[in-house]
C-alpha cells in the first residue's frame, strides 16, 4: 500500500474490483478474502468492506462456505444442458410447472443465480415462461423430447 492514508483504502479497492467485474475479468467467483488481503496489502476488515460495498450495489453476492459470487452469476453452458436435458426427460408437460429455483440448486449444487441465467437462457429459447406467483411454466419442450 502507498504511503497515502489508509481512509478511503476500501473504495479503491472496491473499485478496482468493479473495473474488473465489469471488464469480465471476474466472471464467477471472486478471489477469496485472504487473497485481496495479500495483493492489496491491507487486513481482513479492509476487504471485508471494500466487498460489502460491491454487495450494497448489487454487484456481489455472499454464499456461506462458498465465498464472494458475481451477482447474476455466470450459468455454464452444461449447467443450462442438464436443466434442459431435465426438462425433456423429466415428464413435464407443455402447460405444467417446472421446478422451483431453489429445487435446482439442490438437485445441481449450484448457486441461484447461476440457476437463474440458466432458466433465462431456456426463457429465452421459448421453453419456459415467468408467471407470477406460480414459478416457471412450461412452454415447449425441447427437440428430443418426444415431442414432434
Same mark, same amino acid.
Given at each position: 500500500?502507498s504511503g !497515502?492514508?489508509?481512509?478511503?483504502t476500501?473504495?479503491? #479497492?472496491a473499485e478496482?474490483?468493479r $473495473?474488473q467485474?465489469?471488464a469480465?475479468? #471476474?466472471?464467477?467467483a471472486?478471489? !477469496?478474502?485472504?487473497?485481496?488481503?495479500?495483493a492489496?496489502?491491507? !487486513?481482513r476488515?479492509?476487504? =471485508?468492506?471494500a466487498? $460489502?460495498?460491491?454487495?450494497?450495489?448489487?454487484? @456481489?453476492?455472499?454464499?456461506?462456505?462458498v465465498?464472494w459470487?458475481? $451477482?447474476?452469476?455466470?450459468a455454464t453452458?452444461s449447467?443450462?444442458a $442438464?436443466?434442459?436435458?431435465e426438462l425433456?426427460?423429466?415428464?413435464?408437460? @407443455?402447460g405444467?410447472?417446472?421446478? *422451483?429455483?431453489?429445487?435446482?440448486?439442490e438437485?445441481?449444487?449450484? *448457486?441461484?443465480?447461476?440457476? =437463474? &441465467?440458466?432458466?433465462g437462457?431456456?426463457?429465452?429459447?421459448g421453453?419456459?415462461?415467468?408467471?407470477?406467483g &406460480?414459478g416457471? #411454466?412450461v412452454k415447449?419442450?425441447?427437440?428430443?423430447?418426444?415431442?414432434?
Amino acid at each position: 500500500m502507498s504511503g !497515502s492514508s489508509p481512509r478511503g483504502t476500501y473504495l479503491r #479497492i472496491a473499485e478496482t474490483l468493479r $473495473q474488473q467485474l465489469n471488464a469480465g475479468e #471476474i466472471e464467477e467467483a471472486l478471489p !477469496s478474502e485472504a487473497a485481496l488481503m495479500r495483493a492489496h496489502a491491507v !487486513s481482513r476488515t479492509t476487504v =471485508r468492506r471494500a466487498l $460489502q460495498t460491491l454487495a450494497a450495489e448489487g454487484l @456481489i453476492e455472499a454464499l456461506p462456505g462458498v465465498g464472494w459470487q458475481v $451477482q447474476g452469476g455466470v450459468a455454464t453452458p452444461s449447467l443450462v444442458a $442438464q436443466v434442459r436435458t431435465e426438462l425433456a426427460v423429466g415428464g413435464f408437460q @407443455i402447460g405444467g410447472t417446472f421446478h *422451483s429455483e431453489a429445487a435446482l440448486c439442490e438437485r445441481f449444487g449450484v *448457486s441461484r443465480t447461476a440457476v =437463474r &441465467k440458466a432458466l433465462g437462457q431456456l426463457e429465452g429459447e421459448g421453453l419456459l415462461e415467468p408467471v407470477h406467483g &406460480k414459478g416457471r #411454466i412450461v412452454k415447449a419442450l425441447p427437440p428430443g423430447a418426444g415431442n414432434p
